[in-house]
């Protein structure tokens, strides 16, 4: 079976400086691997994902993430963070391993500060 | 302007009463999905159909019903039978559920929903 662990709860950085949001993830099969955006009180939106084409994805707003099979880990990254990219986060999974639709992780609330 | 509707984003109610929300695509989809939200929680998956006419229950089901008579549309009811209703819920869709794991899904706006 599938499953995603979030490895923070909680972020917080400064307004300019790098952003990690760390993702592992089990799977049995070659997964596909997605990060979504929920800003409050809204819906999800794709921030990016993998598909087993190129290891390294970009996607909107400047985020990236990294798909490494020997770690099992997908971390989203961002060179800069900025006041707008306060929000959370979810690491999702998906593989073949049976009908089940995504798989999502807990969430990390990313805070940016001034 | 293809997307996802929920209505209304706002909803109260009292207890003992079902209540039933709303969730409209017009992005030609097959497969629609219901999931809870509670804080800390992450998402919860509460019924997803592939087809119309046809739906599964997820992890969390039980106090939940629903129905896809058309391919545009999924609603849900939350009945009384659903012991911690108030919570935010998010309606979503997707390309298809088996035949393709890349594809994503697509959320609507959520309808928060307060029972008392």
């Known amino acids: 079976a599938q499953s995603v662990t979030q490895l923070d709860s909680h972020v917080s950085v400064s307004e300019g400086t790098p952003v990690l949001l760390r993702c592992n993830y089990s799977?049995?099969?070659?997964?596909?691997l997605f990060w979504y955006v929920q800003h409050p009180n809204k819906g999800l939106q794709l921030l990016l994902k993998?598909?087993?084409?190129?290891?390294l994805v970009k996607g909107i707003n400047g985020f990236e993430a990294e798909f490494k099979k020997s770690e099992t880990s997908f971390h989203l990254t961002k060179p800069s963070a900025h006041m707008s990219d306060a929000a959370e986060y979810f690491c999702?999974?998906?593989?073949?391993?049976?009908?089940?639709?995504?798989?999502f992780g807990k969430g990390t609330r990313l805070s940016v500060i001034a | 302007d293809g997307g996802i509707t929920q209505s209304p984003k706002y909803l109260f109610r009292k207890e003992g009463q079902n209540v039933t929300l709303s969730c409209e695509q017009n992005?030609?989809?097959?497969?629609m999905y219901w999931y809870r939200q509670d804080p800390g929680q992450g998402l919860r998956l509460i019924y997803y159909?592939?087809?119309?006419?046809?739906?599964q229950k997820g992890d969390i089901a039980e106090g939940y019903s629903v129905s896809r008579e058309k391919k545009e549309s999924f609603p849900l009811t939350v009945t009384s039978a659903q012991k911690n209703p108030t919570a935010f819920y998010l309606c979503?869709?997707?390309?298809?559920?088996?035949?393709?794991?890349?594809?994503?899904?697509?959320f609507g706006p959520g309808t928060r929903l307060t029972v008392t």
């Open positions: 799977s049995s099969y070659s997964p596909s």
């Open positions: 979503a869709s997707s390309q298809t559920l088996l035949a393709d794991i890349s594809y994503e899904q697509y």
């Open positions: 999702v999974v998906r593989d073949y391993s049976g009908n089940t639709p995504l798989v």
């Open positions: 992005l030609n989809h097959d497969a």
């Open positions: 159909s592939q087809i119309v006419n046809d739906f």
């Open positions: 993998y598909t087993s084409a190129a290891t």
